[in-house]
């Protein structure tokens, strides 16, 4: 009879760590009032705790897995607005025929230049037409020493694509630091307002078609 016990026992071990608990409690009869009885219930509170603690990490996990899902979600979603973002900071924009528009619009940062430079370049370099590019500084609110100098490299790496690139709205802080990193500007057309600089874009361009039709 107790070697019976002690079988029923050892399968009612042996589910629970499989976590199968209901097997498992279906193996232990009612105690009996003997050293075996005591075991028995011993090892049907055990059990019963590791039951109660397995179905409570399982809905931990449960929670985990649901909270890191929305996480993603979310990181997803500001992975997407930033890229949004980042298309809104190097829009081009066709203000007049062969003439596009770069306008920069608050503080700017070197990584951002490296990005509006790739965007404009690709953007000039798949169109034969273009024939000016306005880079307009007018809403720019913050910059560096190392920034202004990737702005300088912007307008000269459009012109090694065989167009003239101008310069509109450098305020007082931007020409500081231009000034100020020694960079020479003998090269660069700019103006204080962007009709001004369109302007000249469309007077050149106009003469231009003249002496070609003559």
């Known amino acids: ?23 498992a409690r279906s193996h232990l009869a009612a105690s009996g009032y003997d050293a075996l009885g005591a075991l028995e219930d011993a090892i049907r509170l055990f059990i019963d705790r590791l039951a109660t603690t397995t179905a409570q990490n399982a809905h931990t996990l449960s929670e985990l897995a649901a909270a890191k899902a929305a996480v993603d979600e979310k990181l997803r979603t500001i992975e997407r607005q930033q890229a949004a973002i980042h298309e809104l900071q190097a829009s081009v924009i066709d203000v007049w025929s062969g003439i596009l528009l770069l306008p920069v619009v608050g503080s700017i940062d070197v990584q951002r230049v490296s990005h509006m430079t790739e965007h404009l370049l690709l953007r000039v370099a798949s169109s034969g037409k273009i024939e000016w590019v306005i880079l307009d500084l007018t809403g720019v609110s913050g910059i560096d020493a190392l920034t202004a100098r990737r702005l300088l490299h912007l307008s000269q790496a459009v012109r090694l694509l065989g167009v ?42 106009a003469q231009a078609r003249t002496r070609g039709s003559r």
Do not use: K, Q
């Open 1 to 23: 009879m107790d070697e019976t016990r002690i079988e029923r026992l050892i399968a009612a071990l042996a589910s629970a760590t499989v976590d199968d608990f209901v097997e």
């Open 164 to 205: 003239r690139c101008i310069v509109t709205g450098i305020g007082a802080e931007l020409a500081r630091v231009l000034v100020d990193v020694g960079s020479t500007l003998n090269d660069l057309v700019s103006f204080r307002a962007l009709r001004d600089g369109l302007a000249y874009c469309m007077d050149h361009s």
